[in-house]
């Protein structure tokens, strides 16, 4: 068995991931991942990341854990460092919502806030903190780290494989491009899925979304962005409208963010 198989066995034995599909109109799915430990999909990539790195000895129990985030993937890091018994410092913009914040706080993380909404500002100060100290920080780098990507590679697209045989078209958001690159990975290695990726037009902020393509830190998508066929804009009015669609007719509360 490899490192990531038995990595993800582990991480459905701390319950996360085998999430259930949700029929939404006929032939369209949305995976449940609410329904994972901690709330969001990024517990899948922060559970490989930071067990990856314990495995092979990259980091120890005396480490901390330093991660930039606009939200969910800072709740996983530090919810999974609590796990772990590791101790955890998250970096966000100030424009994150208080509800995170006070999350985050709850789950034991020193807590930094950056100023804006900008998660470029984040990632720079983690990257600062790093170096001050590099054998007592650990960066998880998320948006280069392709762990990112392999977390939805071995798990997130083997289960849906597990239950829709011909998966036609993969819809998903862009923030580090590691959910949407990993399941199409899978998929297309077993199949015939065209996958469309979702990001923010330049006139909107969607939490957990961005664009990529004006990042310099952007590189798990420079590696796999040949398994993304199309990449969409959105505009946040219409996240927003989605999200009263779900709740309306599916009874299903999500916040006005698609995917991760």
Known sequence: MSIENDIASEMYSF???NTPLIKLDDNLYAKAEFCNKFGSIKSRAAFFMIDYALKTG????DTIIV????????????????????????????????????????????????????????????R?????????????????????????Y??????????IINVD???????????????????????????????PDSGSHIFGLRNPFISNNKGILDKYMKYIDDVKELNEKYAYYGVRELMDKQRLFCRPLIGC
């Not at 903190?129 to 939805?152: C, K, M, T």
């Not at 071995?154 to 597990?162: G, L, S, V």
Request: hydrophobic letters at 30%.
């Open 169 to 199: 078209f993969l819809v998903a958001g862009i923030g580090t491009g590691g959910t949407i690159t990993g399941i199409s990975r899978y998929l297309k290695e077993n199949g015939n899925t065209k996958t469309v990726g979702i990001i």
């Open 67 to 126: 991660e930039a985030s606009s939200g969910n993937t800072g709740i996983a890091v530090a919810g999974i460092s609590n796990l772990f018994g590791l101790k955890s410092k998250i970096i966000i913009p100030e424009g994150a919502s208080n509800g995170t914040k006070d999350y985050l706080k709850s789950l034991g993380s020193d807590l930094i806030l950056t100023k804006g909404n900008s998660t470029e500002a984040s990632i720079e100060y983690a």
């Open 58 to 61: 990259i980091i120890n129990r």
């Open 128 to 152: 600062s903190i790093v170096e001050s100290d590099p054998g007592r920080y650990f960066r998880l780098n998320q948006h280069g780290n392709d762990l990112n990507s392999d977390a939805h």
């Open 15 to 17: 319950g996360i991931g």
């Open 154 to 163: 071995y798990t997130t697209a083997p289960e849906i494989k597990n239950e």
